[in-house]
C-alpha cells in the first residue's frame, strides 16, 4: 500500500520582544525604494503592523539559540518599530508578531528575502478605484484618504472618477481587454449608456485612442472656451442647471458643457437684456445674434459720433500711466530675463492706457431716433457694440421741388444689409435677434458621387474669396498689374468680362457665407489692416487728395493694394434657375479663371490661412460618397475604408479628424498649377511688364499702425 505524502506543516508564529530581535545581513534589500521608513512608521501608528516579520535564531558557537533572532525578510518593517522605539511611541521591549523559521532551514534566509520581495504583487488598478470609492462611501473625505496613502487629493479624484465608469467597462478593464488610457479617456462622461455605445463603436474602428475615445464623449457638447460660455459664464450655466463633464487626465481648458440648448437660451437671455440696456440710449433698434451675417451693414448709412473728451483726472492718469511705462521700459530694455510680474504690469498698463485712448462716442439725438446698434459677441466672450446705422426706409423725407417726397439714402441708395421688418421690433422693445440657417437638411445620401451642392460652393468660395483679398492686399505689385489689367479691357475691350475685379471698387458681399466668416483669419487680417488706414486718413474727403500726395510711393502702393482686394470676387455664386440679367454661367466661368490667376501671383495658401475641412463647414453639406471619395483622395482608399461603415454623422466627425492635418482643400478651393502659359496671355505679359519704380521687388509691405503718421517699412 503506497504511503501517503507528508502534509505541509507552517512555520510557527509568536510574540517576541522588539530588543531581541535584530536587523539579518541575509536581508537583500539594500536599496531605498518606496515609501519612506518615516511615512511606514506613521502607517504603523495609524493602523498597527499589518504583516508579521520573518525571523531566525541566532545560535552562538555550539549551535545552540541564544534567545536574539535575526530579521531576513520583513527589514523596512523593523526599521519603521526601531524608528517608533527611538521616538518613544513605542516600548523597547514591546511584542513583535513574528514567524519563526528554522536557523538550520534547508531555505536559506537570502532567498526568504528575496521571494518576499519577489512574489508580492501590487493591487491592481480597478482594485485601488474601487477601494477608495468604498472608503469616501463610508465617510472618509478625499484629502483624508490623500494624507493616508502619502498621494495627492488630485490622484484620489482621479481614481474616484476611475471608478465611476459603467461597471460593464470595468469588467473589460479587469480582463485586460481595454488599456488604463482608454479607461481614463472613458471617465470624461458619467453617462454609462453613452460609454458603452462609444465602446462597441471601437469595436468598427481602427482608431481606439484615448483622444478619439474623448471626442465622441463630447461631440454633443460644448466647451467652456467657447464664446458663448464665456459670455454667459459657467457659474450662471451650472445655477441654471446645467452640467459640467471634466478630464482629470488632460487639459480639458475648463471641460464641457452638456446642455447647449440650455446655453444658447442663455445666451439669447442675456443677449436681450443688453440690447435693452443698449436700447434705453435713445436708439431706434437694436439687432442682437452671436455672429452678425457677413454684409450686415452693407447699404447702411453709418452716422458719425464724437469722442467723449477726457476729463482732467484721466489725462493725469494717461500721463501717470504713460511715465511708468516709459521707467519700465528703461529699466528693463537691455535686460533679456524680464521677471513675469514686470511682463503682466506693463500688459495691465496697456490695457489700462487703451481703455483711457478708446474714447466712447456721442452721438447726435435726432439721429440716434432713426438708427440702430448691432450686438454680437467677440471671441473672448465680450460684447461687440457696433453703433450708429440707418437704414435707407429710416431716412428723413424732404420735400422736391415738384412737391414730391424724396428720401435721403444711404450709400449710392442701396438697400438695406438687414430687412427692414426684420429690425423693426415690437410695441414692446426694439431689440430683435438675428437668426441664421444651417443650410437645409442633408440631402439624400444615395450611391452616387454627385457634384458639390451650388450652396456648399458659393460658400467655399467665399472664405476663399477672402484669403485670396487678404493675400492681394499684401502683394501691391500683383494689385497694380491686376487693376491695370482690369482698366486697360474696360478701354480697349469694351465687353469684356476677363477680370475678377469688379471695379469701379464695389465692396463686395457675398450672396451665401458660412457662419463664422467675420471671426476667420483673413476676415480679420483684413478689418484690421482698414482700421489702420483709416486711423491715417482725414476725416474730411476734401482733405483727402493733399494727404495722399503726402504719402511715399510705398505707401501708395499698400494703400493701393488694400482698396483694389476690396473689389475682389472669386466667388463661385449660386446662378438663378432664370436669368436675371446680372450674372451667369459664363461670366462667373471667367471670372473664376482670372481668380486663379491671381491666386498664383500672390501664393494663396488657404490652409496656412487657417481654413479647415470641418463638419459644419463641409462634411454636413455633402453626401457620404463625397466624403469618402475625399477621404481617399487625401489620405488613401485604406483610411476610407476604415469609415465606409460608420453612419453620415459618425463618418462626418471622423472625416474631420483624418482630415485635419492632411492639407487637403474641396476642388472649388483650389488654384490649378499652370501648366503651359499662351505666349499670348494677357495676364503672362502683365507679369512680366516693367513695373514702376515704387512697385519694383524691392519694395516692402507697410506697417500703417504708426502714430506719428511716418511710413515704417515692414521687414521682409
Given amino acids: 500500500m503506497a504511503k501517503a505524502p507528508q502534509k505541509l506543516v507552517l512555520s510557527g508564529s509568536r510574540d517576541i520582544p522588539f530588543d531581541r530581535l535584530h536587523l539579518s545581513q541575509s536581508n537583500v534589500r539594500r536599496v531605498k525604494a518606496g515609501v519612506s521608513i518615516g511615512e511606514l512608521a506613521e502607517d504603523i501608528v495609524r493602523r498597527t503592523l499589518l504583516q508579521s516579520l520573518n525571523v531566525r535564531p541566532i545560535l552562538d558557537a555550539d549551535g545552540e539559540e541564544t534567545g536574539q533572532f535575526e530579521v531576513p525578510a520583513g527589514g523596512r518593517r523593523f ?104 479607461l481614463m479617456a472613458f471617465s470624461v ?113 453709418e452716422i458719425d459720433g464724437v469722442p467723449v473728451p477726457r476729463t482732467p483726472e484721466e489725462e493725469a492718469r494717461l500721463a501717470e500711466l504713460e511715465a511708468e511705462a516709459e ?48 450686438v454680437s459677441i467677440e471671441v473672448d466672450g465680450s460684447l461687440c457694440i457696433e453703433r450708429g446705422y440707418v437704414r435707407p426706409e429710416d431716412e428723413p423725407v424732404i420735400e422736391s421741388e415738384d412737391g414730391e417726397a424724396d428720401a435721403v439714402c444711404g450709400v449710392d441708395g442701396a438697400s438695406a444689409g438687414v430687412e427692414g421688418d426684420t429690425l423693426a421690433g415690437t410695441t414692446e422693445t426694439n431689440v430683435v435677434p438675428i437668426g441664421t440657417t444651417s443650410g437645409g437638411d442633408d440631402e439624400e445620401d444615395g ?63 457675398f450672396g451665401f457665407a458660412p457662419s463664422g466668416l467675420r471671426d476667420g483669419a483673413p ?91 470641418t463638419v459644419e463647414g463641409y462634411f454636413r453639406s455633402v453626401t457620404k460618397p463625397r466624403i469618402l471619395a475625399d477621404v481617399a483622395e487625401a489620405k488613401g482608399s485604406k483610411f476610407a475604408e476604415m469609415i465606409d461603415h460608420l453612419k453620415k454623422g459618425d463618418m462626418a466627425n471622423e472625416a474631420e479628424r483624418l482630415l485635419e492635418d492632411a492639407s487637403w482643400l474641396p476642388e472649388p478651393m483650389r488654384t490649378p498649377e499652370l501648366l503651359d502659359a499662351p505666349a499670348d496671355d494677357p495676364a503672362a505679359e502683365i507679369d512680366a511688364a516693367e513695373l514702376p519704380a515704387f512697385l519694383d521687388d524691392e519694395v516692402q509691405p507697410v506697417d500703417v499702425d504708426d502714430d506719428d503718421g511716418e511710413a515704417v517699412a515692414a521687414a521682409a
Fill in 189 to 301: 462622461s458619467d453617462d454609462h449608456e453613452r460609454q458603452e455605445q462609444v465602446w462597441e463603436l471601437l469595436a468598427h474602428s481602427y482608431n481606439r485612442s484615448g483622444a478619439y475615445i474623448r471626442q465622441k464623449l463630447t461631440e454633443n457638447s460644448v466647451r467652456v472656451a467657447d464664446k458663448r460660455v464665456r459670455f454667459v459664464g459657467v457659474e450662471a450655466y451650472v445655477e441654471a442647471g446645467g452640467g459640467v463633464m471634466r478630464d482629470l487626465f488632460e487639459e480639458d481648458d475648463g471641460g464641457w458643457l452638456t446642455d447647449p440648448s440650455l446655453l444658447d437660451r442663455l445666451v439669447t437671455e442675456k443677449l436681450q437684456v443688453e440690447g435693452e440696456k443698449i436700447g434705453t440710449e435713445g436708439w431706434k433698434w437694436v439687432a442682437t445674434a452671436v455672429d452678425l451675417p457677413w454684409g450686415v451693414t452693407n447699404g447702411l448709412r
Fill in 523 to 613: 476676415a480679420k487680417a483684413i478689418a484690421e489692416r482698414h482700421k489702420r488706414w483709416a486711423d491715417r486718413l482725414p476725416d474730411s474727403d476734401k482733405d483727402l487728395w493733399d494727404a495722399l500726395l503726402q504719402f511715399d510711393g510705398a505707401e501708395q502702393a499698400a494703400l493701393f493694394a488694400h482698396c483694389a482686394s476690396q473689389a475682389l470676387n472669386a466667388q463661385a455664386e449660386v446662378v438663378p434657375k432664370y436669368d436675371n440679367g446680372r450674372i451667369s454661367k459664363h461670366s462667373i466661368e471667367r471670372r473664376i479663371a482670372h481668380s486663379h490667376v491671381l491666386a498664383r501671383a500672390v501664393g494663396l495658401d488657404l490652409v496656412g490661412a487657417g481654413w479647415r475641412p
Fill in 327 to 374: 521707467k519700465i521700459e528703461a529699466e528693463w530694455s537691455d535686460d533679456p530675463n524680464v521677471p513675469d510680474e514686470v511682463h503682466e504690469r506693463i500688459a495691465a498698463i496697456d490695457v489700462e492706457i487703451g481703455a483711457l485712448v478708446e474714447r466712447p462716442l456721442t452721438f447726435d439725438a435726432q439721429e440716434m431716433a432713426r438708427a440702430g446698434v448691432f
Fill in 447 to 509: 450611391e452616387i458621387l454627385k457634384p458639390l451642392p451650388d450652396r456648399l460652393v458659393a460658400e467655399l468660395t467665399a472664405w476663399r474669396t477672402l484669403a485670396l483679398q487678404d493675400a492681394f492686399a499684401q502683394n501691391p505689385s500683383t494689385a497694380f498689374a491686376a487693376v491695370l489689367h482690369a482698366f486697360v479691357l474696360s478701354t480697349f475691350y469694351t465687353y469684356s468680362r476677363e477680370s475678377c475685379l469688379e471695379l469701379a471698387l464695389s465692396k463686395v458681399s
Fill in 79 to 182: 526599521r519603521a518599530l526601531e524608528l517608533l522605539v527611538k521616538q518613544k511611541r513605542l516600548a523597547k521591549d514591546a511584542p513583535i508578531p513574528c514567524v519563526v523559521k528554522a536557523a538550520n532551514d534547508v531555505v536559506s534566509a537570502e532567498e526568504d528575502s528575496y521571494a518576499e520581495n519577489t512574489f508580492r504583487e501590487q493591487l491592481h488598478p480597478l482594485d485601488q478605484f474601487r477601494a477608495m470609492r468604498a472608503m469616501v462611501d463610508k465617510g472618509q473625505d478625499i484629502e483624508s484618504i490623500a494624507a493616508h496613502f502619502l498621494v495627492t487629493p488630485a490622484v484620489v479624484s482621479q481614481r474616484l472618477k476611475l471608478a465611476k465608469v459603467s461597471p460593464r467597462l470595468h469588467e473589460v478593464y479587469a480582463e485586460d481587454g481595454m488599456t488604463l488610457e482608454q
